[in-house]
């Protein structure tokens, strides 16, 4: 028996293919780097990262922070034995990697066609040969939405040529369709799509006879009155007892977009998902617990990170797999070492005026409703003009951290970004600094961040939480510590926000306030432990 949901972290857009034995899975991941996580299973249950297929975004650009632009929604195809996965760069195009080992390397994304507002993409290697490239529209970049649209595409390198063509308008019925995912069966090609948008949508299906339409449309899985709202895009599974599941997200505010798995089945040539496989009736709602898949692999094991882990002891002064930087990452974000510590380097802000627009901010998703995370760091190779600390951030950013002055002091400061939730860029307000002491061990150094789920009171639609039982906000509480010294900053508690499409996330970084580097910081370990409220 498993219990929704079945990763409570930010694995946005998630899509799952099961090849042998073994479950794949890989999710958005916008502009952070690496990207394209990499997750395997064998039961569709528990799920761990193995790598990332992008070590980097292909464009200069991504070099800056560009908040919740990069790699949307993509999905992934086994095929000639090859793994491939197709994404879409809303403001650049379409996009391909692809390997014949999941936990090798990745071909370099290579672009099969360009232009803004084609996202959601996923190819189709049709009977009699063809392939296409299956996709979505962003209204944000190219005027429109609520349709689907067919590129041809080369067989072996999905380079699509010709016109670009509507085979779906769902404005009058399926409002905002978006991430279809293509499959075929007893000579039905269905495109499974969500609609009604992500907050408060619901899952549908298509039915053709041929990928050109025309299509019969059904809604087989929606909120209903379960307390998850969505339910979002993902994948239809067939897994290898011979029963059939649904993987998709529910969007869960600054927690992100969180897995769920649904049981899912066949009646008169239509999908049946949720409920709706033992009522026998459409559309189902999502359930909170099932009897999940037997295990494909007895006594396999998959090696790699939990998909909820948080915490990390830096092994050899590397990072487990959770971690990914806020933007297109460089080698010299850290100082190499062997020592079971992390050294991240104090570079100069350059550009930046703010974290938020800093490169080498090293980040992970939240995992848990509630939860503390401790970093224990050594600021001692912070020179003059250096500063560390460690943050939450969402849709604006809170920072507890420790900096060295110009004349040589050193002190504690709490600061949190300042102006609109959507806005592309932010200002930085120190709230509170507290001058340490000559004797200070600034060798010996913890951030503490407390994060306590707030209780649902109500249904605010108006920020998207339709859960009715489960928190979709919190609030955060930072501290500081040394030995019998404690820093508390005098302010109210950081109450963070989702930013656009992502969940918030915990990080760590190190700058430099002058033109020159100013140094490092060590980081000795990161403890994250879910906590009662």
Known sequence: MYANPIILSDYSDPDAIRVGDVYYMTASSFNYTPGLPLLMSNDLVDWKLVGYAAKNLPFEHFDNPLQSKGIWAPSIRYHDGRFIITVGLPDEGIFVTESSDFTGNWSPLRCVW????????????DSDGKAYIVHAYA??????????GLLDADPKTLECNGDDRFIFNGEETQPTIEGPKVYERNGFVYIMAPAGGVKCGWQTALRAKSIE???????????????????????FIDSTDGKSWFLHFQDRGIYGRVTLLEPAGWKDDWPLMGTGVETGTWPGEPVDSFEGPASASIGASISGTDAAECSDVFL???????WQWQANHKENFVVHHDGDFLR????????????????????????????????YLDAGGLERGGRAGVLFSGGQYASIGIEHRDDGKWKLFYLESENGADSESRLEAEKDSFLLPDDFC?????FSIIFRANPVNKVDADEGNADKTKPASGRCVFSAKCGNFAWKPDVDAYEPRGNHWTGGRIGMFAQSLVEKDAGYSDVKSVKVSSICV
């Open 344 to 375: 991240l380097a104090a570079l100069p802000l350059g550009k930046s005026k703010t974290i938020w627009d800093y490169p080498a901010v090293l980040t992970e998703k939240i995992s848990s409703e509630s939860f503390e995370a401790v970093f």
């Open 114 to 125: 360009k232009g803004k507002g084609f996202i959601d993409p996923c190819p189709f290697w």
């Open 139 to 148: 209204k944000s970049r190219i005027g429109f939405k609520s349709r689907i």
């Open 213 to 235: 339409g025309p299509f019969e449309e059904r809604i087989v899985l929606h909120q209903g009155s379960s307390h998850i709202n969505g339910p979002h895009q993902g994948a």
């Open 316 to 322: 050899y002064g590397k990072t487990s797999l959770q």
């Open 442 to 446: 600034i060798a010996d150094l913890s």
